[in-house]
């Protein structure tokens, strides 16, 4: 399942792509309407993620071309708006988009709604990865359950889900506060100061696996495969 983002924000596109590749979506990113609209006529993906304010293009015209081109014209839209766009945002669906999401948004939020929009198509919705597994370490997402070489590892919330980012980052170098980012939740508190001693106490558990979380040093962690 290919989805498209069209947004010119790096910040909201790493949210985004975050969120959509854990639930088993293939995301392919445009900076702006220009090269947002050729890729899309180029290769028409599943659904669109659309933002309204875009350069060179914005986010209205790429609607109406998609619109009317045979390639695209029953391609989901979901725009990305500002509150506050009212008259944009009724502008958009008069044009066909087929839903619309406010900035700022909750990743579960536009999950649930791009998943709610491609069913309505009938488009198939993916299984996100339940599994992940690196050698002899085994990970399963959905049981919150860590083993390695067979035996059960006990990991507190916040060192499951560091290596949870870290295995499926496939050797991408995270910032301590990307890390952060990706792990705090309402049941998590972590600040920079302790991410060190997280990552200090997950390498210890993980035994001789723990070697592979490398450290990068000024930047921050990243797990060699």
Known sequence: MSILIIEDHADIVEIVEYNLEQEGFKLDVAMD??????????????LILLDLMLPALDGLEVCKRLRNSEKTKKVPIIMLTAKGEEKDIIRGLELGADDYVTKPFSPKELVARLKAVLRRVGGKVPTPTEQLKISDLEVD???????????????????????????????RIFTRDQLIDRVRGEEITIVDRNIDVHISSLRRKLKDVGSRILTIRGVGYRFQE
């Open 33 to 46: 309407g220009e090269t947002g609209l050729k890729k899309a006529l180029d290769h028409p993906p599943e």
């Open 141 to 171: 997402l959905g049981k919150h359950l860590v083993k390695l070489h067979g035996e059960e590892l006990r990991l507190t919330l916040t060192e499951f889900r560091l290596l949870q980012v870290l295995i499926e980052g496939e050797g």
